[in-house]
C-alpha cells in the first residue's frame, strides 16, 4: 500500500469534519476526491499533510506511520500540496516563489550557511537549477521574471504546481487546482496533471469540475458530511445511487 488513511477523524469542537475515513491512494494514478461544499476534503488534506492533528485514525505512507508528524517531515518523506487558495508571494517573481519551495525541501543549517559559504553556493545553483526545471516542467519559461501578482489565474495555479513540485515530490496533493479557470485552461491544467503522472510522480486531487474529473481520475473517493460514501472508478461513481443522491439532495 503506498498511502492509506485508517479510520481517520477530525472534529472540531462538536462537528465531525472528517469521520472514520478508509482510504487508500494508489501509486502512479490520479486519486480524486469531490463531495459538497464542506464535506471534509481540505480537511482530510490538511490531516495527511499534517496541518492538522487527527482526532482519531492513522495515515500510514509507504509503511511508515506518518499520523502526528510534522507537516516539514512529512514533506521530507516525499509528500507535497498545494492550498486551495494559493499561498505565493505576489510581490515576487515567478523564479523566486519556486526557489523558496526548493529551500524548504533542501534548507541547510546555520553552521553550514557561516563555515561552508562554497558549499551553500553551490546549493544555491542547485535551487536556481531545479526551479528552472520545474518551471520548464509547467509551462512557464516565458514569465520567469514576472511578478506573481500580474499573471493569469491559470499561470497562478501552475506556480503553484511548480513550487510543490519543486521539492520532488511522491505524492503531489492538489486543493481545487483548476478552481477560477477557464475551461480551456482547465484543460491545460488536466494535461498538466497527466505529464506529472507519466514523470512517476502520483496525484491526489480535490475538484468540483465534474466533466473534468469524470475524464481525469483513475480513482474517485465520495465525502458527504465527512463520511466516505462512495469509492471506485469514475464509471462506478456516476452510477452510484448513494451519490446521485447526495448531490441531488434527494
Ligand atoms: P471542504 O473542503 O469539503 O469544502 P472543509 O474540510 O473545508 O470542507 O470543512 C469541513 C467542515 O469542517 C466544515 O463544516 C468546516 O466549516 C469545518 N472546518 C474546517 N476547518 C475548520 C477549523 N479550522 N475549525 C473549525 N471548523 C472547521
Ligand atoms: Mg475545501
Same mark, same amino acid.
Given at each position: ?15 465531525? !469534519?472528517? &469521520? ?10 490520479? &486519486?480524486?476526491?469531490?463531495?459538497? &461544499? ?17 482526532? !482519531? ?19 521530507? @518523506? ?6 486551495? #487558495?494559493? *499561498? ?8 523566486? &516563489? ?10 541547510? *543549517? ?9 558549499? @551553500? ?30 499573471? #493569469? ?28 479557470? *477557464? ?40 465525502? *458527504? ?7 471506485? #472508478? ?13 448531490? @441531488?439532495?434527494?
Amino acid at each position: 500500500m503506498f498511502l492509506v488513511t485508517q479510520q481517520l477523524t477530525k472534529k472540531f469542537g462538536g462537528l465531525v !469534519a472528517v &469521520n472514520e475515513v478508509d482510504f487508500s491512494i494508489e501509486k502512479g494514478k490520479i &486519486n480524486a476526491i469531490i463531495g459538497p &461544499n464542506g464535506a471534509g476534503k481540505s480537511t482530510f488534506f490538511n490531516l495527511i499533510s499534517g496541518f492538522h492533528p487527527p482526532s !482519531a485514525g492513522k495515515v500510514i505512507f509507504k509503511g511508515i506511520d506518518i499520523t502526528n508528524m510534522p507537516s516539514n517531515k512529512i514533506a521530507e @518523506l516525499g509528500i507535497a500540496r498545494t492550498f486551495q #487558495t494559493t *499561498n505565493l508571494f505576489e510581490q515576487a517573481t515567478v523564479l523566486d &516563489n519556486v526557489i523558496v519551495g526548493h529551500r524548504l525541501r533542501t534548507k541547510s *543549517n546555520l553552521l553550514d550557511a557561516i563555515f561552508r559559504t562554497k558549499r @551553500l553556493k553551490l546549493e544555491e545553483e542547485q535551487c536556481r537549477e531545479k526551479a528552472m526545471e520545474v518551471i520548464e516542467f509547467t509551462g512557464l519559461k516565458k514569465v520567469t521574471g514576472k511578478l506573481v501578482g500580474s499573471l #493569469t489565474q491559470e499561470e497562478k495555479k501552475r506556480t503553484a504546481f511548480a513550487l510543490a513540485l519543486a521539492t520532488d515530490p511522491e505524492i503531489l496533493f492538489l486543493d481545487e487546482p483548476a478552481a477560477g479557470v *477557464n475551461p480551456d485552461e482547465t484543460e491545460g491544467l488536466a494535461e498538466l496533471m497527466k505529464k506529472m503522472v507519466q514523470k512517476g510522480i502520483t496525484v491526489c486531487l480535490i475538484e468540483h469540475k465534474m466533466q473534468m474529473i469524470m475524464k481525469l481520475a483513475d480513482k474517485i473517493m465520495v465525502l *458527504n458530511y465527512g463520511e466516505k460514501i462512495a469509492e471506485g #472508478t469514475p464509471e462506478e461513481i456516476r452510477n452510484n445511487p448513494t451519490v446521485i443522491k447526495a448531490y @441531488l439532495g434527494g
